[in-house]
């Protein structure tokens, strides 16, 4: 099994930034592709941004290209979430999602419990 904590999500205002990070432990990190995801009251989850298991292939959403960096420290067993410029839209429940093939939208063997960020006004 693999086990995913996300930390550091928080209440921030609009224009600021956050650090998202996500331990996993359980198998062997660098094997695996590695997502955020979040959800927002009343809506479904929708796809963030995703590394693959070689730290050039990035993918973003549409909405937060430009604002959101997506990287990993294999050696940390860790996977980050950089949000610059944050903003009301961005509030939700952040989840992080590991997979042994796929980095992208589609994502999603293995989920952590999720880290709220709420960006106010």
């Known amino acids: 099994q693999v086990q995913l904590v996300e930390s550091g999500g928080g209440v921030v205002q609009a224009g600021d930034s956050l650090r998202l990070s996500c331990a996993v432990s359980?198998?062997?990190?660098?094997?695996?592709?590695m997502g955020w995801f979040r959800q927002a009251p009343g809506k479904e989850r929708e796809f963030v941004a995703a590394?693959?298991?070689?730290?050039?292939?990035?993918n973003y959403a549409d909405s937060v290209k430009g604002r959101f960096t997506i990287s990993r420290d294999n050696a940390k067993n860790t996977v980050y979430l950089q949000m610059n410029s944050l903003k009301p839209e961005d509030t939700a429940v952040y989840y992080c999602?590991?997979?042994?093939?796929?980095?992208?939208?589609?994502?999603?063997?293995?989920w952590g419990r999720g880290t709220q960020v709420t960006v106010s006004s």
């Open positions: 590394i693959g298991v070689f730290s050039w292939i990035t």
């Open positions: 999602a590991a997979d042994p093939a796929r980095a992208g939208a589609t994502m999603g063997n293995y």
């Open positions: 359980g198998r062997t990190f660098s094997n695996f592709a």
